[in-house]
């Protein structure tokens, strides 16, 4: 062996060697227990800097709703910011800035996130004031007219009015005939309106309790003072009554599904080819993960490659796993370039996928899509908010907080083999659904 290919297999090996260092670097230790009301905790003490994040995450979103009045999580998002027995109405975020935080929320169709980012002298503030959202929230008839508004506007800006913004409720709606899954998370507005005051705060009774929530702070923080706070804060808010989930089951799609919809903010078109896949929980979601990023992740991925670049036929292009608790949704779409048809896209891309479902992929492709999924896990652990999501995220939907030193372990032992017998068993023209997403001329009201 000559000293260059010698000198060459020394820094592969270093390398190799830094990046298992990395990684095993990145453990996240952390304790967690139940109160007797039924509240889950997470600690994460990280002293590396005097920051610590306090965060509640509801297992409750779009999917948890009776027919006539969906979207109601999303409303919940934006309502228990309104005020508190305690905190006055409008106050909540003048508080946190003032004392040198922030905050947010997020709903999906399954989950409902809250969180606070404090100097961690402020540890006690946060833990207040999400068990005052938790246990004295001040739902009023003012208040509801107030979101409702505020989720109106919201509409009209990230689905009504926004390119393409209708896309991903087509697609639900096209996947689903049975399942929750099937209406868009922001829900219907007219269920909205059409929703009283006793409505409201039934569902808050029902899903915002203790025993349908974990809590977990991270950071700067000192275990033993912090479970004193969390026992001072939480433990006397009453559990709720447990919670049943008995969603209807979907029949498999056995039949290409061809649906046309109309965007009156676009001009150019989109074309996607839908699949129903299983729940993110399952090995097979986690092996789509990464059909998807072979397909399209970064521009040397097969899709992109071929349809953008080298035969320019694409503006853009690209392949989503759209992972739910239930089911979830993998879709590949494509804008055309000029003249170019919808149906040629769909047969270019369809020659990708049937390539993944009949040959195994290069074992140069193989290496590469593992260094994607190491560096994703290195990073989603690289600051105390992503740790702090990805805690409550594992304990509460997936039932083992410990996937978030353990989860990339499931895409390490990923074989190419595996990629293939997964392609062949979601990803066929029978199993599709074609979704032309097409440009409609704006009516002036």
């Known amino acids: 062996m000559n000293s260059r290919s010698m000198k ?20 996240v230790v952390y304790e967690e227990y139940d109160l007797d009301n039924g509240l889950h905790v997470i600690l994460h003490q990280d002293n590396t800097a005097p920051v610590v994040t306090t965060s509640v995450m509801y297992h409750v979103g779009g999917k948890d709703r009776t027919e006539g009045r969906t979207g109601f999580a999303h409303f919940f998002e934006h309502l228990l910011f309104e005020g508190t027995k305690n905190i006055k109405k409008g106050k909540w975020f003048e508080i946190v800035s003032s004392n040198g935080g922030q905050n947010n929320a997020n709903t999906s169709q399954d989950r409902t996130y809250y969180y606070e980012v404090f100097p961690s002298n402020n540890l006690e503030l946060g833990l207040w004031m999400e068990s005052e959202r ?11 007219d107030t979101q409702q508004e505020v989720v109106k506007e919201e509409k009209r800006l990230s689905y009504d009015n926004r390119p393409y913004g209708q896309l991903l409720p087509v697609l639900g709606k096209s996947l689903f005939k049975v399942h929750p899954y099937k209406d868009p998370n922001i829900g219907y507005m007219e269920d909205l309106d059409a929703a009283t005051l006793e409505d409201v705060i039934a569902y808050n009774k029902k899903y915002y309790v203790p025993n349908n929530a974990v809590l977990v702070v991270a950071g700067d923080i000192d275990v033993a003072k912090t479970k004193k706070m969390v026992s001072d804060y939480f433990s006397t808010i009453p559990r709720g009554e447990d919670i049943e989930r008995n969603f209807p089951k979907e029949t498999p799609i056995t039949e290409e599904v061809k649906v046309t919809a109309y965007d009156a903010n676009i001009q150019i078109p989109a074309v996607g080819v839908a699949y129903r896949i299983p729940g993110f929980k399952e090995r097979d979601a986690y092996i789509l993960d990464m059909v998807s990023t072979y397909l399209s992740d970064g521009k040397s991925s097969k899709l992109y490659k071929k349809i953008v670049d080298e035969q320019k036929q694409g503006l853009q292009v690209g392949a989503i796993n759209i992972g739910q608790e239930d ?71 997936y039932g083992d907080t410990e996937l978030i030193n353990k989860d990339i372990e499931i895409y390490r032992s990923i074989t190419r083999e595996e990629i293939k017998a997964v392609a062949q068993k979601y990803l066929n023209p029978n199993q599709r659904v074609i979704i032309d997403y097409l440009p409609k001329e704006k009516i002036d009201n």
């Open 327 to 397: 089911y979830g949704m993998y879709l590949v779409y494509a804008l055309p370039v000029g003249q170019t048809s919808l149906d040629v896209l769909v047969t270019e891309m369809e020659e990708e996928i049937s390539k993944v479902r009949s040959e195994l992929i290069s074992e140069n492709d193989y290496q590469k899509l593992q260094n994607k999924f190491e560096n994703n896990y290195v990073n989603s652990n690289s600051s105390i908010e992503g740790i702090a999501n990805s805690l409550a995220r594992y304990y509460m939907l």
């Open 134 to 144: 938790m246990l004295h929230p001040v739902i009023d008839q003012t208040g509801v």
């Open 8 to 27: 060459s297999k020394c820094f592969l090996l270093l390398l190799a060697f830094l990046t298992a260092l990395t990684v095993s670097a990145q453990e």
